[in-house]
């Protein structure tokens, strides 16, 4: 697998057992190399987070504009 994401899924399985929408969003700090000190894992930190911010923004204006409505089940199925 290119990725697993345990934590969010956990995090899912929770909501759905109680009817809570959820959106999950993840910055993958992992490089295709091992790691050999803490440099290989916080050198893209900025950029991970930059990207973040950015998606955080999108998503407000999609929530903003009512084309991603919290609450529905529309594609959260």
Known sequence: ADMVDMETFA????????GVPLIGL????????????VGD????????DEKLAGAI????QAIASGTIRLGSRQGLD
Do not use: K, N
């Open 26 to 37: 993840r910055g993958i700090s992992d490089g295709a190399a091992d790691l050999r000190h």
């Open 11 to 18: 995090c899912l399985r929770a909501c759905q057992l109680f």
């Open 57 to 60: 923004g999108l998503l407000e």
């Open 41 to 48: 894992w916080t050198e893209y930190l900025h950029v991970i």
